[in-house]
């Protein structure tokens, strides 16, 4: 297969050739396999997740293979296959943990990864804990977890990627890279990205189906562009209580679906989205940041989360906190 790749794939993978050899060496060894990612899972989580899934099943019908998480509200099923429930007892026989797409023990979305008896990490997340220190590949520039897995895998000499596989990976480079927006993008990307379409599958029904919106949706936009706010240095932002997700017929995980209707808007710097959670173990609100070009990753560490320089996660404990968080962010601006 690689001998007709992009030269930027090859290059990569010569880049971590050593890891990738573990990889494989690991998941011919393995006859009983897991693939894990974060909880409240995104485009790319799913993405990457069910990208590496249907690799395995393609490529090694013999082995068994399962893929673990929450499901989401919306994308599954009518994008990825919901997700499988297994007992206890599986756990107990030895098996290969492949996790994707997180960089903190705490948000891998089923614990029982931690009974594998290997673990190999595919990511592109600052590491808050190590997960797999014998295994992991983990490339920070990266535009997403997807196209460092599906890198893996497309350099992996006989084997096949199949369409299915491709689609499943296409989504997640395309959800976390904001359609090829981001400046985190790279002729890497794009070569990725080719070599997924050469499967054959149909870009327009896999946008179509990624961004298809309801006039419902459209209620929630015009609820939340009515009240938003905006700060002295232009930090956007609006906030969803348990309530008021009650009113608009939304659960918490649908608050950050709105919250890049501020981008590309002149004199805003950054936008976030923050929506309650009474169901999360400790009871917070989530907030999703996104910023123009400032590196905003520092403010969430500080407030209790993470990410990328201009695409981070954080969460309040009160929301008596809201301003001294929107106080940190704008003085980035001052």
């Known amino acids: 297969m690689s001998s007709k790749l992009n030269p930027e794939v090859i290059a990569y993978g ?3 050739k050593a890891t990738y050899k573990k990889i494989y060496q690991a998941i011919e060894k393995f006859d009983r396999i897991a693939v894990f990612r974060h909880i409240k899972p995104d485009f790319d989580a799913m993405g990457s997740q069910m990208g590496v899934y249907q690799f395995l099943r393609d490529n090694f019908p013999n ?3 399962h893929y673990l998480g929450d499901n989401h509200v919306s994308f599954t099923p009518r994008l990825f296959p919901e997700t499988e429930n297994l007992n206890n007892e599986w756990f107990d026989k030895p098996f290969l943990a492949i996790v994707v797409d997180v960089g903190d023990v705490e948000r891998i979305a089923d614990p029982r990864f931690q009974k594998a008896a290997y673990t190999v990490k595919i990511d592109h997340h600052p590491c808050k804990s190590e997960i797999a ?5 983990c490339d920070e520039s990266a535009a997403s977890a997807a196209e460092i897995c599906a890198d893996v895998l497309l350099n992996w000499k006989g084997k096949v990627l199949s369409r299915e596989a491709a689609r499943h990976f296409y989504i997640g480079v395309v959800g976390d890279s904001g359609r090829f927006l981001y400046s985190s993008v790279s ?12 499967t054959g599958i149909g870009i327009s029904d896999i946008y179509l189906s990624m ?4 006039l419902h949706s459209l209620e929630i936009q015009g609820y939340i562009l ?9 930090v956007a932002y609006y906030t969803l209580s348990t309530e008021q997700q009650a009113e608009l017929g939304i659960v918490s995980e649908q608050g950050k679906e709105n919250v890049n209707l501020f981008s590309n808007i002149e004199g805003i710097n950054v936008w976030c989205s923050i929506t309650q959670d009474k169901g999360a173990k400790v009871p917070c609100w989530w907030i999703s940041i996104r910023s123009k070009k400032a590196d905003i990753s520092h403010i969430a560490n500080k407030w209790g989360g993470g990410g990328h320089p201009q ?19 704008d003085d980035l601006f001052k």
């Open 187 to 198: 002729r890497h990307t794009f070569a990725v990205a080719e070599e997924l379409l050469k």
């Open 211 to 214: 961004y298809e919106k309801t």
């Open 311 to 329: 695409a981070s996660g954080a969460k309040l404990l009160d929301i008596a906190d809201l301003d001294a968080f929107i106080k940190d962010l």
């Open 133 to 137: 220190p014998d295994c992991t590949v």
């Open 14 to 16: 010569k880049t971590y």
């Open 63 to 65: 082995k068994e293979v």
């Open 226 to 234: 009515n009240h938003f706010k905006v700060s002295e240095h232009g």
